[in-house]
């Protein structure tokens, strides 16, 4: 999902909309101070204080609907919502590989997955990258043809396929519980998440995420793409149905080394369209605080 600012606002940094206007006020006076403060970091570290209240928040808000207590059991059940924002960012290599002959992205790439910020590194050329400050895509290639896809498009795509359940822990997320379903030989646990108006570039995608009913593991997800960029007149892909793979244990979260896409028909998995390869996975907690900066000679998107 493209640049979604879901998991990105920090906790210290959001301003809860509620009545009254002076309360209303104070905090969006808050929200200044703090963003100055993230503003004046030199450092990637997360103090502990801020995982604990944004975890404290997600847990108040998602234990609010039937729906959000199976996204909460699942995210205990990866490893825990505190372990995924407090290991620091997340490296990984994310080969993803078309079955009918389009183009394969395969690059290294970092995620800061407190704030939503990105960079990729061909496999092939160490100095063809592309990466996501947080408000900007851009791209540093030589080469016109190191990256001959859609680079603002893919710069988060990957931590939104391979980071659920914990990408769906922030503000303008929708969940609804769907009727349980049986998924090789077991009972499932489906919730539907959808977004906001205007969260991130493409708030009409959505998620059906399918959970092992016994250990609240997530076994699969169904979802479209409706990045405008491909679809201008608002419509979508076909569904894809993602089967989840083996999940292994990465700092204390599990993490699926890979995907596989089918088309969805009738909420089964049809057509095999895709193989994808996670490997290399490990957090990282002493990048400097300009790692995801643009750098000065790249292109801005």
């Avoid at 592309?130 to 290639?141: C, D, N, P, S, V």
């Avoid at 906001?196 to 570039?201: H, Y």
């Avoid at 405008?228 to 083996?246: A, C, S």
């Amino acid at each position: 999902m493209l640049l979604k600012k879901l998991s990105i606002m920090l906790p210290l940094l959001s301003i809860v909309f509620i009545t009254g206007c002076n309360t209303k006020k104070n905090k969006t006076e808050e929200s200044k101070s703090e963003t100055k403060e993230v503003s004046t970091r030199t450092d990637s570290k997360i103090p502990q204080s801020w995982v604990d209240k944004r975890v404290a928040k997600a847990k108040k808000r998602l234990s609010g609907s039937d729906a959000g207590k199976v996204i909460w059991a699942s995210m205990e059940a990866h490893g825990g919502l505190d372990n995924w924002f407090g290991n620091g960012s997340l490296a990984f290599r994310f080969n993803y590989i078309p079955l009918d002959g389009k183009t394969p992205r395969d690059s290294y790439q970092t995620v800061d997955v407190w704030s939503n910020r990105a960079k990729h590194t061909s496999v092939s050329d160490s100095t063809a990258r592309f990466g996501y400050t947080g408000e900007k895509a851009w791209l540093q290639a030589a080469d016109s043809t190191a990256f001959v896809y859609d680079t603002k498009f893919w710069a988060l795509t990957p931590i939104y396929l391979m980071g659920h359940p914990f990408v769906l822990d922030g503000e303008g997320v929708n969940l609804e519980l769907l009727p349980q379903t049986e998924y090789q030989g077991k009972t499932n646990n489906v919730v539907k998440a959808t977004f906001d108006a205007g969260t991130g570039d493409a708030p009409d995608d959505y998620y059906i995420l399918q959970f092992d009913a016994e250990n609240q593991l997530l076994t699969a997800t169904r979802y479209i793409v409706s990045y405008p960029e491909y679809f201008k007149d608002g419509g979508h892909n076909p569904e894809k149905f993602m089967e989840v793979g083996e999940l292994i244990d990465v700092d204390g979260v599990l993490l699926p080394k890979s995907l596989k896409t089918h088309w969805t028909v009738d909420g089964r998995p049809g057509e095999h369209i895709t193989d994808i390869e996670v490997s290399e996975m490990h957090f990282i907690k002493d990048l400097p605080e300009d790692y995801y900066a643009m750098p000065e000679n790249a292109e801005e998107l």
